[in-house]
C-alpha cells in the first residue's frame, strides 16, 4: 500500500506538470517570463522530474523485489528534490495570485485562460 501510494504520487505529479507545461504554461509565458522556457518554473520542473524519475526508478526496483525496500533511501530520494519542490509550489502561489495577475492579464483575458 505505502509504495503504491508513493508511485500515484510520482503519477499525479507528472501528470500535473505536464498539463501545465503543455497548455497553462505557454499561455502565460507570452507576458509572463517567470513561465517561459529556461526560468524559474519550467526549470523548477526539470529538476523535481528528475527527482521523480529517481523516486520512480526505486519504486519499480522495491516492487519487483520488496525485501530490499530501504526507509533511509526513499528518504534520501525524497529529500534531495523536496526543496525545489516546496519552493516551486510557494512561487507558483505568488505569481498566480491576483494582484501579481493583473500586472500582465485583464480580467477578460483571465476568463479565456485555460485553468
Given at each position: 500500500?505505502?509504495?503504491?501510494?508513493?508511485?500515484?504520487?510520482?503519477?499525479?505529479?507528472?501528470?500535473?506538470?505536464?498539463?501545465?507545461?503543455?497548455?497553462?504554461?505557454?499561455?502565460?509565458a507570452t507576458?509572463?517570463?517567470?513561465?517561459?522556457?529556461?526560468?524559474?518554473?519550467?526549470?523548477?520542473?526539470?529538476?523535481?522530474?528528475?527527482?521523480?524519475?529517481?523516486?520512480?526508478?526505486?519504486?519499480?526496483?522495491?516492487?519487483?523485489?520488496?525485501?530490499?525496500?530501504?526507509?533511509?533511501?526513499?528518504?534520501?530520494?525524497?529529500?534531495?528534490?523536496?526543496?525545489?519542490?516546496?519552493?516551486?509550489?510557494?512561487?507558483?502561489?505568488?505569481?498566480?495570485?491576483?494582484?501579481?495577475?493583473?500586472?500582465?492579464?485583464?480580467?477578460?483575458?483571465?476568463?479565456?485562460?485555460?485553468?
Amino acid at each position: 500500500m505505502y509504495l503504491r501510494s508513493a508511485s500515484q504520487l510520482v503519477k499525479h505529479l507528472t501528470m500535473h506538470h505536464t498539463i501545465e507545461e503543455q497548455y497553462i504554461f505557454p499561455v502565460l509565458a507570452t507576458r509572463m517570463p517567470a513561465f517561459r522556457q529556461g526560468e524559474a518554473h519550467i526549470s523548477a520542473h526539470e529538476q523535481i522530474h528528475h527527482g521523480l524519475d529517481k523516486l520512480s526508478a526505486l519504486l519499480a526496483k522495491w516492487t519487483v523485489s520488496p525485501s530490499t525496500y530501504n526507509p533511509s533511501e526513499m528518504r534520501a530520494c525524497l529529500d534531495d528534490w523536496r526543496e525545489v519542490l516546496f519552493m516551486h509550489l510557494d512561487q507558483e502561489v505568488d505569481d498566480l495570485l491576483g494582484e501579481n495577475m493583473k500586472k500582465y492579464w485583464k480580467l477578460e483575458e483571465m476568463d479565456s485562460m485555460p485553468l
